[in-house]
C-alpha cells in the first residue's frame, strides 16, 4: 500500500494525527528531501527508515519501488512541504501503482494554494490551478491563453521572478485585474498583499521578497 501524507508547510503543529500515526507504521518513508523530512521526523520522535525521492529519481525508481510493494512493503510518500503530487514529485509513483493495482491512500492535509486562495477574497467557488507557469518557453503562450479565463486562477511563484510575472499579467490581463499574493503561509511572518495587478507590483519592486509566493488572480469578468 501507498499512503500519500501532507507535511506542514509551516507550523508543524499543522501535521494532523493520523499523518503522524501513518509514518511511525509503515515500513519505508519516501522524502523528497531526506535532510528536510529528517527535522520533521526527530520532531515528532519517528525513527521509520527514510528514502530519497525526488523529480530526478522518480522515473528510475519508480518500478522498483512498485515490486517492493507488490512484495508487501508499506511506503509512504512525503515532500518538503505541503501534499505530494501538487508541483511537487507523486504523481508518476501514484500512477505506477494504481495501474499495479496497489492501493492508494491520501490523507488530507496542508496545500498552500488552498489558504491562500480562500483568504484572497476572490471568488473560489470555481478556480483554476495553474501552479508554476512555464519558465521560458511557452510562458507568454500560457498567459495569452488565461487571458480569457472567467475563474479564479492560482499560480506558484518564486520571489526572484515574482515582479516579472506580474509586468507579464499586467499585459495579458490588464493591469486593473485583482490580485492577492500570500508569502509564508502558517509560518511566523505570513503576509498576503491584495489589490490590483499595477498596485501589487509597485510593491514588490519596493520591498525585499522571501519565501515562495500563492498568486490568487480574478477571473476576466
Avoid: W
Amino acid at each position: 500500500m501507498l499512503y500519500i501524507v501532507p507535511t506542514p508547510i509551516g507550523n508543524l503543529e499543522d501535521i494532523t494525527q493520523r499523518g503522524l500515526k501513518t509514518l511511525q507504521e509503515v515500513d519505508l518513508i519516501l522524502a523528497e528531501d531526506t535532510r528536510t523530512s529528517k527535522n520533521l521526523l526527530q520532531h515528532f520522535g519517528i525513527d521509520t527508515p527514510l528514502k530519497s525521492h525526488h523529480m530526478h529519481n522518480e522515473h528510475k525508481q519508480v518500478p522498483h519501488l512498485v515490486d517492493q510493494m507488490l512484495s508487501g512493503t508499506q511506503m509512504a510518500l512525503i515532500t518538503d512541504a505541503g501534499t505530494p503530487g501538487i508541483s511537487d514529485p507523486g504523481f508518476l509513483l501514484t500512477r505506477a501503482c494504481i495501474e499495479a493495482g496497489i492501493v492508494v491512500s491520501c490523507l488530507p492535509g496542508p496545500t498552500a494554494f488552498v489558504p491562500a486562495l480562500v483568504m484572497s477574497g476572490l471568488p473560489c467557488d470555481r478556480f483554476v490551478f495553474e501552479g508554476f507557469l512555464p519558465p521560458k518557453k511557452g510562458r507568454q503562450t500560457r498567459m495569452s491563453q488565461l487571458a480569457e479565463e472567467e475563474r479564479t486562477m492560482v499560480f506558484y511563484e518564486s520571489p526572484h521572478r515574482v515582479v516579472k510575472t506580474l509586468t507579464q499579467m499586467a499585459l495579458h490581463f490588464g493591469e486593473d485585474r485583482a490580485i492577492s499574493i500570500s508569502r509564508e503561509i502558517s509560518k511566523k511572518f505570513e503576509e498576503t498583499i491584495r489589490g490590483s495587478i499595477k498596485e501589487v507590483r509597485t510593491h514588490f519592486e519596493t520591498h525585499t521578497v522571501k519565501g515562495e509566493l500563492v498568486l490568487v488572480v480574478q477571473g476576466k469578468k
